[in-house]
Each structure stands twice: as structure tokens, then as C-alpha cells.
């Protein structure tokens, strides 16, 4: 009778470990399908694939507008550029 109930008691401990394994596998192949679903959230504004969805207007500004030419110039000269950026002496002294 003992090494029948030691014999139940093996079978049961092998149908625990068959089932946390089965438990084990369903657990990573949900998580590993959970990867698969599309993300679920909410959006913001209007939906981008909408056609009737509503858009800013296009606009143009050309990059170069601002832009005026400075060739050819003349140098001029340094003596006269020099004395213009050099700092003006003070009137207390």
C-alpha cells in the first residue's frame, strides 16, 4: 500500500510540473502575440487617413527673397573701415 500511494504522489508531482508548463507556455505565447495587436490608443486630432479630414493651407516663401547680391564691390579703404570699428576715446580724460 505504501508504494502505492508513493506512486500516486510521483504521478501527481509530474501532472503539476505538466501543467506550470503548460501554464508557462500559454503565458509566453500570449505575450509574444500581445506584440502582434495593434497599439489601441486615442488620437489626439483628426485621423490622418481621414481624406475629408480638415488641413492647414500650403503656403510658399522662397528661401532665397531675402537675399540681394554683394558682388562686385569695391574695397574699401582700410585705413578708413579701421578707424570706423575702433572704440571712441573718452571725453573725461
Not at 49 to 78: E, F, H, M, N, Q
Request: aromatic letters at 6%.
Amino acid at each position: 500500500m505504501l508504494a502505492l500511494s508513493g506512486a500516486t504522489s510521483a504521478a501527481s508531482a509530474v501532472g503539476e510540473r505538466h501543467a506550470r508548463f503548460i501554464w508557462l507556455l500559454l503565458a509566453f505565447a500570449a505575450s509574444a502575440l500581445s506584440g502582434c495587436m495593434p497599439a489601441t490608443t486615442q488620437i489626439a486630432s483628426a485621423d490622418p487617413a481621414d481624406p475629408a479630414a480638415k488641413v492647414a493651407p500650403i503656403g510658399y516663401r522662397s528661401i532665397t527673397a531675402p537675399y540681394t547680391s554683394l558682388r562686385p564691390a569695391t574695397p574699401a579703404p582700410w585705413r578708413d573701415r579701421n578707424q570706423a570699428v575702433t572704440p571712441r576715446p573718452k571725453q573725461d580724460r
